[in-house]
């Protein structure tokens, strides 16, 4: 692979010296009324990688969302705070999350089919935040652009500039995708299920890619994952989330390997990834968010609940794993 000539870091980010990239504190996200996340704390490192895993609904996405500053919208407030280089998110101005986008956070979906513009060839794409954020030219956009295209293995970049997202495979439309969140070299790579949509057979092409190029970059990365046994291979650390809290935190092999939460230890035991002979699901489902339990919102399907579990746990440190439960 080549490198590119025209390459910097881009110096509107001005993240203050030592700023975390990811920060959240008792960080609460409300659609009207109901508490979709709820008091979320959390702290990524410098060139770390985190997953997020928990079962549907359990508000992943939409932590990751609000990280990219995408969430202002009517019927949404926010309480807590939620920084991303030092900087709440949560509250910054549209203008400002403008120039954030792309420079200081990225966001890589599901689904890059959805994502990308059927109007746009994939130079329009790639110049589109170039131009924004590094006021680069139509020359230098495109140079970048085929530097960009052959870091993500896209074979005959010059062809492909004038491609349109219809005329791509699925797989090269993720890679597609992958440059365009990276064009601007944020600190901050956020994933959201970016291999789910793949064939099973360039899942792991696609995931090692990610992984690579956010180390090239020095960068930090959180992925939302369903899978347990992926996460303890791509992530330095793990955030266990049940219906909008953060119930365990810690190193990626420590938590789901010897979990400590009730709710981690049904995942693992649900999970085909680890092996088991028998699936046992988790008893129960998941309450609808406006008729959640005051405490710990696992407690109606929990095992060892008893009369504490009304009041919500305080996380409590185990080693460097976070564990909110009171029965541990
Ligand atoms: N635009 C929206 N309007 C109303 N409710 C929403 C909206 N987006 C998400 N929600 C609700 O917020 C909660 C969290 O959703 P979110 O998409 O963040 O979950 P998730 O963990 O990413 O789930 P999945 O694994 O299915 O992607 C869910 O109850 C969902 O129904
Ligand atoms: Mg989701």
Redesign the pocket.
């Known amino acids: 692979m080549t490198t590119t000539a025209i390459s910097t870091r881009d110096t509107a980010v001005n993240v203050a010296p030592g700023a975390l990239p990811l920060q959240a504190e008792n960080f609460t996200l409300r ?1 009207g009324r ?1 508490a ?2 709820d008091a979320v704390s959390l702290t990524l490192g410098e060139g770390q990688t985190l997953a ?1 895993i ?12 609000a990280a990219m500053g995408l969430l202002q919208e009517r ?1 949404v407030s926010m309480e807590g705070m939620l920084r991303v280089g030092g900087d709440d998110v949560a509250h910054a101005p549209e203008k400002q999350l403008r120039q954030w986008r792309g420079t200081r956070m990225g966001l890589i979906f ?1 689904d890059a089919s959805a994502a990308l513009n059927p109007c746009f060839t994939v130079l329009e794409h790639l110049s589109e935040p170039l131009r924004r954020h590094r006021g680069y030219n139509r020359a230098q956009c495109r140079e970048r652009a085929l530097a960009l295209l052959d870091s993500v293995g896209i074979a005959d970049p010059e062809a492909r500039l004038k491609a349109y997202p219809h005329e791509l495979s699925g797989g090269m439309q993720q890679r597609v995708m992958i440059a365009i969140a990276l064009a601007c070299e944020p600190r901050l790579l956020l994933a ?2 970016p291999t789910s949509a793949l064939d099973v057979t360039i899942q792991a092409q696609i995931m090692a890619l990610i992984l690579e190029r956010v180390h090239a970059l020095g960068a930090s990365a959180v992925f ?1 994952l ?1 899978d347990l046994a992926l996460a303890t291979q791509v992530a330095d650390r793990v955030a266990v ?1 049940y219906a ?1 809290q953060i119930v365990e935190e810690g190193p990626a092999g420590e938590v789901l390997n010897h979990p400590r939460h009730p709710y981690t230890q049904g995942l693992r035991a649900s999970a085909v990834e680890f092996g088991a002979e028998r699936l046992h699901p988790i008893a129960g489902v998941v309450p609808a ?1 406006a008729d959640m339990p005051q405490g710990c919102r696992f407690a109606p399907r929990c095992p060892r609940a008893t009369a504490q579990c009304g009041e919500r746990p305080v996380p409590r440190a185990f080693g460097d794993v976070m564990v909110a439960c009171w029965n541990l």
């Open positions: 659609r109901v979709v996340l997020l928990g079962e549907s609904g359990a508000g992943k996405s939409t932590l990751a969302f019927g599901q959201d299920e939302v369903h989330m909008g968010l």
